[in-house]
């Protein structure tokens, strides 16, 4: 990754550390890849990040600890306010960097974005990511600690949501870095985790997961996790 990006993106993780805010964040996206890094120490993990995004998930969003202005927080930093459409959710802009705020979507839904005035801005919901937080790791970052889904659940998830993409590079970019992570895990010997995390899942999610696998040819994961 290009070294201004990480460095910013490190700095914008300092400033909410310091704030009091990032104890009730999780990282998702793919600017978890590059952060797995220490977790797979010593195994084949290689990773690049062509990503502009990256993006914050609140998942008890009702229970933030402190109160902040992010915006404003970031201002000085060149971050721009950038309200989306109707749905007036808030993310920030940055020629290098783009921040974003996502909670978990609850019961039927809604277009509508979720008010997070403690924070200063409007989240985005979406389905499928109380998984991602149901078990994190923390790794850290330039010495401050960072809560990140676990890879398992990480890796899952992009499978999960691959299908759902509208457009066909988002289907690919998610199925190949599930994969990516899956292969990682499997070299880590985690083969056995991997297969009960999927056992454990419901079945239309369980039947997802081998429909993405089989449309990637991931043959020797579904022959290692014994899935058919």
């Excluded at 550390?17 to 220490?38: E, K, T």
Aim: aromatic share 8%; net charge positive.
């Amino acid at each position: 990754m290009e070294k201004s990006q990480y460095n910013l993106c490190a700095e914008v993780i300092e400033r909410l550390h310091r704030a009091g805010v990032l104890q009730d964040m999780v990282i998702i996206g793919s600017w978890c890849i590059p952060f797995y890094r220490d977790y797979f120490a010593g195994a084949d993990y290689f990773t690049t990040l062509r990503t502009r995004d990256i993006d914050f998930l609140l998942p008890l969003p009702g229970k933030i600890h402190a109160r902040a202005d992010i915006p404003e927080l970031l201002k000085d930093l060149g971050f721009i306010r950038d309200r989306l459409g109707e749905a007036g959710y808030v993310r920030l802009i940055h020629p290098d960097l783009i921040v974003e705020f996502l909670v978990p979507e609850k019961g039927r839904g809604s277009d509508k974005a979720y008010p997070l005035p403690q924070l200063g801005l409007n989240a985005q919901s979406l389905r499928f990511l109380d998984f991602l937080s149901e078990k994190t790791i923390s790794i850290t970052v330039e010495s401050i600690p960072v809560k990140l889904p676990h890879p398992i659940y990480f890796a899952l998830h992009k499978l999960i949501i691959a299908g759902r993409r509208l457009k066909k590079e988002k289907t690919e970019k998610d199925t190949r870095e599930g994969l990516q992570i899956l292969n990682a895990l499997i070299a880590k010997d985690e083969t056995e985790t991997i297969r009960k995390v999927i056992n454990g899942l419901p079945l239309k999610w369980k039947k997802t997961i081998i429909a993405a696998l089989k449309k990637g040819q991931a043959n020797r994961i579904l022959e290692e996790l014994k899935m058919e």
